[in-house]
């Protein structure tokens, strides 16, 4: 792999192994947007995700993947994911591609996302509580992995139309469940450019 999820995941692996080893059931959803229609194209985060789809079935995962989705494919993938975790033991989500934030909620941009405004974002991209949510009501270990910190065109969009609201392209700080332990490219609040 050649950024930051290399990183992530090899250091998280390490720190989670023991309960991964003992796990019998691993799920993994891991989704790579790169190409997106209103806010260009992204080199690493399809070749991210193929990377790190591989690394984690040759771990014992049983591993959901989508590259270049839109919202429809990205709630199917989910849907998918979260139907896989019943009765496992592990869920890891990985995330790489545009990523925002808005009075502190954090939203994942689905490849055909266009935000003209901040109702758009109940339409048109993916809130991580509802990933989070998925997960802790499914599996005792979860781990997350974001690495949607970009300085993203669909936040600078949102924000030049923003009427009240704090838009940033960073990600927020996220209250972590017990069981799930939480890591980005960047620290919460940051930008993490791509390549």
Request: glycine fraction near 10%.
């Amino acid at each position: 792999m050649r950024s930051i999820a290399t990183i992530l995941l090899s250091g998280s692996l390490m720190v989670a192994g023991a309960a991964t080893a003992l796990a019998e059931k691993r799920v993994a959803l891991v989704i790579g947007n790169s190409v997106y229609t209103h806010a260009g194209t992204l080199a690493n985060p399809g070749n991210d995700a193929t990377d790190l789809a591989g690394q984690l079935r040759r771990l014992g995962f049983e591993v959901v993947e989508g590259k270049n989705l839109g919202l429809k494919d990205m709630s199917v993938k989910l849907r998918d994911f979260t139907r896989a975790m019943d009765g496992a033991d592990v869920g890891l989500f990985f995330y790489a591609g545009h990523g925002l934030q808005v009075n502190g909620v954090n939203y994942l941009a689905p490849v055909d996302a266009e935000l003209k405004s901040q109702a758009d974002l109940d339409f048109e991209t993916m809130p991580l509580d509802l990933v989070l949510k998925q997960m802790e009501r499914s599996v005792k270990t979860s781990l997350v992995f974001l690495d949607a910190c970009r300085n993203s065109p669909l936040a600078r969009s949102l924000a030049a139309t923003s009427r009240g609201g704090s838009v940033s392209s960073g990600l927020a700080r996220v209250e972590q469940g017990a069981g799930m332990m939480i890591a980005f490219a960047t620290r919460p609040g940051n930008v993490a450019l791509d390549g």
